[in-house]
């Protein structure tokens, strides 16, 4: 299996260190409902745990639930966004983040994801948050200032390397209010204070103040207790490269003195017709607005894997249709495997384009274009989770006999019942398409 890497830049032979994959996956923070945009990384990463699997690998996965430190500008300023939410909301940020995170996995499960051996909430870890920070200040590679304790860049010599970051750069650029306290521009907060009359109700004394843990902390945590490093791949978007992946590696080498992640798989963003996902622009499309226009998660998921996870896609209603479409005429040629013999064997060919970092796209034109049985169709539907066999069952026997009483009265020239049966099995959901072999049913739906 050959999977690109973020580390070297380069696609790569991939097998793991073990016998069983280790993965994690870097989750939302819940405080607010997820957009369409949101599920894009998931869709990439669920194939990527099937196909593992169906080439004979065991896979443990972790994905976190980012319920605390998360701060609206993704660094160390602005307000936590569970804490804005609940303000906005009149809530607390514990009943925030319980809502949130059920709606997040509500939806996971109508999109088939496979579901994660391990689900990480943050506030979980925090005791390993604070043991990880005093791991990191005994080893020399922290400091503490009136808001918080950071992490010194300038002792970790390959900070900048994963991302090819600039930080002579970001050094010039620095605004002018930059904090005096911090040594370096790059430098980040692993563990925040709460200051005189701040009001934040997710709190924690360490250090003999309240606090809580900065965003990028918990993912170092948690793979080192759920996992232990290095992990086999760790994934996430593109916009995690120069901050919080590079934080986490840093983090991971300060407090446990080792390597993060052997690979690192990052998906590109989704735009919606040619502009960024913005509430202001009104386009944060949710799965159930895609319901509404009588779309199915499934048709959603059946587009995102008609691209490739590296490139910059762009959603637009009409792409949506066609991957209605798409997944119609998969299923439609699912319901003729029930009723004729078709030459199939060429799963092989699609699980081996996939194979081949996860091409996803190659696989779909494929698909299009061989001749399937059922063997290969199930196959299919245990690599991309479409849920084809499940909505496309073979008929029953009484639906049956009614297509050949059709087929009967039409060798008899007996249009009027053959028409009749035609329209009582279509408001039952099934069309027929007549060939030389007889009729062919397949579901309106």
């Not at 048709?299 to 949506?320: P, V």
Request: charged share 30%.
């Amino acid at each position: 299996m050959k999977l690109y890497n973020t580390l070297t830049r380069k696609v790569e032979d991939f097998k793991p260190l073990g016998d069983t994959v280790k993965i994690y996956t870097c989750g939302p923070t819940v405080y607010n409902f997820p957009h369409i945009g949101n599920y894009a990384a998931y869709a990439y990463w669920d194939l990527l745990v099937r196909c593992l699997r169906l080439n004979g690998y065991k896979v443990k996965r972790v994905l976190n639930l980012t319920d605390v430190g998360h701060l609206t500008s993704d660094g160390d300023e602005g307000e936590d966004k569970l804490e804005k939410g609940a303000r906005l909301e009149g809530k607390t940020p514990f009943e925030i983040a319980d809502f949130y995170a059920k709606v997040y996995l509500d939806n996971y499960a109508a999109m088939e994801f496979l579901p994660a051996d391990v689900i990480a909430r943050a506030t979980d870890y925090i005791t390993e948050d604070m043991k990880a920070v005093d791991l990191m200040t005994e080893r020399g590679y922290t400091y503490e200032t009136r808001d918080g304790v950071y992490f010194n860049t300038a002792k970790f010599a390959e900070y900048a390397d994963f991302a090819r970051l600039d930080l002579a750069g970001l050094q010039a650029g620095a605004r002018v209010d930059f904090s005096s306290e911090k040594r370096n521009v790059s430098d980040f907060a692993v563990w925040k204070f709460i200051q005189p009359g701040e009001k934040h109700a997710m709190r924690w004394d360490y250090l003999g103040r309240p606090g809580y843990p900065g965003w990028h902390l918990e993912c170092a945590t948690i793979i080192h207790k759920e996992l232990g490093e290095p992990i086999d791949i760790h994934t996430g978007g593109i916009d995690h490269i120069p901050v919080h992946h590079t934080n986490e590696i840093a983090e991971t080498y300060a407090a446990y003195g080792t390597e993060l992640s052997r690979f690192w798989l990052h998906c590109d963003f989704i735009t919606i017709d040619g502009q960024k996902i913005s509430k202001s622009l009104g386009n944060t499309y949710t799965l159930e607005d895609l319901e509404k226009r009588g779309f199915s998660p499934m048709d959603y998921k059946m587009w995102l894997l008609s691209g490739h996870y590296q490139g910059t896609r762009n959603f637009t209603f009409e792409s949506l249709e066609a991957s209605h479409n798409r997944r119609r005429n998969w299923r439609e040629r699912i319901a003729m495997c029930y009723q004729k013999e078709m030459k199939g064997g060429h799963f092989a060919e699609i699980l081996e384009a996939v194979s081949d970092n996860l091409n996803s796209a190659e696989a779909c034109a494929l698909i299009d274009n061989l001749e399937l049985d059922l063997s290969d169709w199930e196959k299919i539907d245990a690599l991309f989770g479409l849920r084809l066999i499940d909505d496309t069952p073979d008929v029953s026997a009484e639906v049956y006999n009614l297509i050949r009483d059709r087929d009967a009265a039409r060798t008899n020239k007996d249009f009027e019942k053959s028409d009749k049966i035609r329209d009582e099995l279509y408001k039952r959901g099934i069309a027929l398409n007549d060939s030389p072999d007889g009729a062919m049913w397949y579901y309106t739906s």
